[in-house]
């Protein structure tokens, strides 16, 4: 099985505007090719780059990416704007059988 671990954060378009955390999610799928369409047809073509971590020995692993888009709240006035970045990781998960 495979999961998406999806961070949602947002900014104001204001210079002085931090970063926040308004969501986070978790999207399972049976391949990674699921995910990899799924992505492609939630994010389209907006900018990415690559997401790294690194492990205890100081490697550098590829372990997801960072989606950056324009956002709006259109169902009320004034409408709200802001800029997102949406931070994906995959992860391989295996399911635990008790006997």
């Not at 492609?40 to 989606?67: A, N, P, Q, S, W």
Request: charged content about 30%; proline content about 2%.
């Amino acid at each position: 099985m495979i999961q998406l671990i999806i961070r949602k954060t947002g900014k104001s378009y204001s210079p002085h505007a931090t970063w926040q955390t308004f969501d986070d999610e978790i999207k399972t799928f049976s391949t990674i090719k699921e995910a990899h369409d799924w992505l492609l047809e939630e994010y389209k073509k907006c900018k990415r780059v690559k997401m790294y971590v690194d492990d205890k020995e100081g490697k550098t692993h590829h372990i997801g990416y960072i989606y950056s888009f324009k956002n709006s709240d259109i169902s009320h006035v004034p409408v709200e704007k802001w800029i997102q970045q949406d931070w994906i990781e995959f992860r391989n998960v295996k399911t635990i059988h008790f006997n």
